[in-house]
């Protein structure tokens, strides 16, 4: 792979990573049931069971200042290997804020799924399309709601020098 397709693949991976774990827990459930009803999902082995930790946000003063620290948010996490044989057998990994350990699990199982060609078009169809819609709707909903309290200062020129 060339270093551009590289980046392109790691891009893509963050992308449907980001989905997943920002996905309400009951719509991914939902969204890997129909998928699984689709078609049997292979079987996984965890390579890290889901634990829950706790990670330090950092911030930066006006977006631009020095880095400070903010808080901690719990995050869950969870690495799964798909046991159904194929070579080169990536490893599916989640991390997920809160405590939902079987978040983390199916979140880790669909992108060890994402990562095969045989299964990256149905995923893609049953689960990142239908939350990926989800999720913009709901930021245009809360974008359209901000925009209703936005106020436009402006400064009127008088005619003086």
């Excluded at 939902?30 to 911030?59: D, F, N």
């Amino acid at each position: 792979m060339m270093q551009s397709e590289t980046a392109q693949a790691h891009a893509a991976r963050a992308a449907w990573l980001r989905i997943l774990a920002t996905a309400p827990a009951d719509a991914l459930d939902g969204a890997y049931q129909r998928l699984g009803q689709a078609q049997a999902l292979p079987a996984y082995r965890l390579l890290r069971k889901p634990e829950s930790g706790m990670a330090m946000v950092r911030a930066r003063a006006g977006g631009t200042g020095a880095q400070f620290n903010l808080g901690e948010i719990t995050v869950t996490r969870c690495a799964v290997v798909l046991e159904d044989g194929a070579a080169g057998a990536a490893a599916g990994v989640a991390y997920i804020q809160g405590r939902s350990a079987r978040h983390a699990e199916q979140a880790a199982v669909l992108d060890a799924l994402l990562q095969r060609p045989a299964w990256h078009q149905r995923v893609q169809e049953f689960v990142l399309a239908p939350l990926a819609s989800t999720q913009a709707q709901r930021a245009a909903h809360a974008a359209a709601t901000v925009a209703q309290t936005r106020v436009e200062f402006f400064t009127m020129v008088r005619g003086e020098d």
